[in-house]
């Protein structure tokens, strides 16, 4: 039914001079109530082509590029950060000893983060709610650290536990000249 609706949605804005040549219809609480009734009743059985109504008519389009909108708050996880632009994350808290990825020794300040999504060597800002919780080196990685999950080394491992799982998100800095 979703999908029947968004598909409608579609096509009617990138059909924008067609809309006259749908038949008016009143829409009544019975009308509405039936037409449900029919969707569930056609969507029961194996065939679903047969759905009544427009939906079955709608031409398979993909959304043209100028409809998608610009300027998101947040980017997707497949995606590699860019400075500047949110990125919405979980973080934890770790406190094992020894090395980062990058060689370095384990400090304060430092997080692990997928380097497909940040790369290493750079400074990020993370975010809970709108308050900054501070600025970070993506110095490390994980095992477990896929996408939009970061890690902020601690040094106490009770803190590192009592800190448990936030979201935010995460805003890459640009290189500093």
């Known amino acids: 039914m979703q999908l029947a609706v968004g598909a409608a949605a579609i096509w009617f804005i990138t059909h924008p001079a067609k809309r006259s040549l749908l038949p008016a ?18 969507t029961t ?29 947040f980017r997707s996880i497949e995606e590699r950060a860019r400075a500047g632009e949110r990125i919405a ?3 934890t808290a770790y406190c094992l000893q020894g090395r980062t990825r990058r060689g370095n020794l384990v400090r304060d300040g430092i997080i692990a983060v997928d380097r497909k999504l940040f790369p290493l060597g750079r400074s990020v800002d993370l975010f809970f709610g709108r308050s900054k919780f501070g600025r970070f080196l993506a110095d490390d990685t994980g095992g477990v650290i896929v996408g939009g999950r ?8 009770n803190a590192a ?13 640009p290189r500093s000249p």
């Open 25 to 42: 219809r009143e829409v009544t609480i019975d009308s509405v109530a039936s037409t449900m009734q029919q969707l569930d009743s056609a």
């Open 45 to 73: 059985g194996a065939d679903t082509a047969a759905i009544p109504g427009p939906f079955s008519a709608l031409p398979r389009t993909r959304i043209p590029s100028a409809l998608i909108p610009r300027g998101r708050l």
């Open 89 to 91: 994350v979980s973080v």
């Open 150 to 157: 970061i890690d902020v080394w601690m040094s106490d491992c």
């Open 161 to 173: 536990r009592r800190f448990g799982r936030r979201r935010g998100y995460a805003q890459l800095l």
